[in-house]
Every structure is written in C-alpha cells, then in structure tokens.
C-alpha cells in the first residue's frame, strides 16, 4: 500500500487561477516532499518540507504541513500551461532508512 | 549533462528474455535508487544502494530481478524470464546521504514486454 495519497487524481483550471493539491499519509513522518512529473518523463524535485515546519515557498510553490492530520497541501499560484503535469507527494517515515514512499499523484492540466 | 541518465530510454523484447538497465547517478551521489512505475501510479520502490551496497531490497522484487552497482558508481538493473507484468517504467535516482536529501530521478527506461 502506498504511504501518501494525493487529492484531488485530477484537477483541470485556467492558467492564472491557483491550484491546490493535497496529500495525506498514515504513519509519522521526517520530512514530506512534493515532486512533478511531466508526461512519460522522471520526477523533478520541488520541494522538501519538514516534520518541524508548518509553511514552505518555493517560488509560486506553497507547501503546508499539518502533522496532527498528517496531511500536506501544495499551492501552485498563478498557474501556467507549462504546470501541466502530475504532482506526487513521497513521504519519509520516522526512524525508517528514508526510502521514499510516493502516492499516486494528482494530474493537473492548466490551460491556456 | 551532468544529470542522471539512463539506458537504454525505451526496450521491448518478448516474453521470457533477460533485459538489463543501465543507470549513472550524479557522481557525487552515494545512495541510488530503482523505481518501477505503471501507468497511473506513483513509483514504487525497488530497491537501493548506498555506495557498492545493497541495503533494502522490496518485496515487490522477485526473484528474477537483481541490481548492481560495482565500484558505487552506475547500477544495472536486470530482469530474467520477462513477463507481461513487468511491463512498466523503470525510474532511478541518486541522491547524497540520503536521510532528508532530495532525490534527482533519471528521464526513466520504458519496458514493453510483448
């Protein structure tokens, strides 16, 4: 079974409005990590946030982190075509050898 | 470049024959990971390595599957007796120390298994 689970799976908006995404998972986590992936392409790394943290930006990225749900969401502001992708959370578990354990993504399509 | 690459980017090969993968981490890179993903998910673990070892190995890897990393530089990764099911994405990446360290994933090998 998978760690993190993204919502919404897909999520379609005009490119200017902002795009929330969220991520919830089971057991304590290290840290949490947001990921994209452009169609048939490998994952690029967008941003890590940790246990400790409650907020994290990242340009027009915004990352939160709510231990005592455990859940995080990402705030993409001012959305892009070029958004167009999938965003996958990968959580690292607390006292674990930090492999990350990914969800199944959320598809996001922004158009133009 | 001095990404991680991957070898080769697409392979189909019928039912039953061996394939292997090549992988070459960031150099600096210690720990490199194997990742397989289908359509709709997310990537799942395979295994990795720290170096020239092999510490965690999936469940989800049979018997048929076995990974490399001679020297801790690049990592093979070969799949004997291919079936249809293992048809997927197969995704690595490197990573320094591991622990809170962000990963940088390779562009991915696509297997086809007819």
């Known amino acids: 079974s998978q760690q993190g689970e993204e919502d919404p799976q897909a999520l379609s908006i005009q490119e200017g409005e902002n795009a929330t995404m969220n991520c919830s998972y089971k057991?304590?986590?290290?840290?949490l990590q947001w990921y994209r992936q452009n169609s048939g392409r490998g994952l690029v790394h967008l941003i890590l946030?940790?246990?400790?943290?409650r907020e994290k930006h990242s340009g027009r990225l915004r990352v939160t982190l709510d231990t005592s749900k455990k859940s995080s969401s990402l705030l993409i502001t001012a959305s892009r075509a070029a958004d167009t992708a999938s965003y996958f959370c990968?959580?690292?578990?607390?006292?674990?050898?930090?492999?990350?354990?990914f969800g199944r993504g959320t598809s996001l399509i922004v158009h133009p | 470049d001095t990404g991680v690459s991957q070898n080769p980017r697409h392979k189909i090969t019928k039912r039953g024959q061996n394939v292997t993968f090549r992988c070459d981490p960031i150099?600096?890179?210690?720990?490199l990971y194997w990742y397989r993903q289908t359509l709709g998910q997310g990537p799942e673990f395979l295994t990795y390595?720290?170096?020239?070892?092999?510490?965690?190995k999936s469940r989800l890897l049979s018997d048929r599957f076995s990974a490399e990393r001679p020297k801790g530089s690049f990592s093979t990764l070969e799949i004997q007796r291919t079936e249809q099911g293992d048809s997927a994405m197969y995704l690595c990446?490197?990573?320094?120390?591991?622990?809170?360290?962000?990963?940088?994933f390779g562009p991915g090998t696509r297997l086809t298994v007819t």
């Open positions: 990446a490197s990573s320094f120390r591991g622990g809170l360290a962000e990963q940088y």
């Open positions: 057991t304590s986590i290290n840290n």
């Open positions: 946030i940790r246990s400790n943290e």
């Open positions: 990968a959580t690292g578990m607390l006292g674990g050898s930090y492999i990350p354990t």
């Open positions: 150099s600096e890179h210690n720990r």
């Open positions: 390595f720290q170096n020239e070892a092999q510490l965690e």
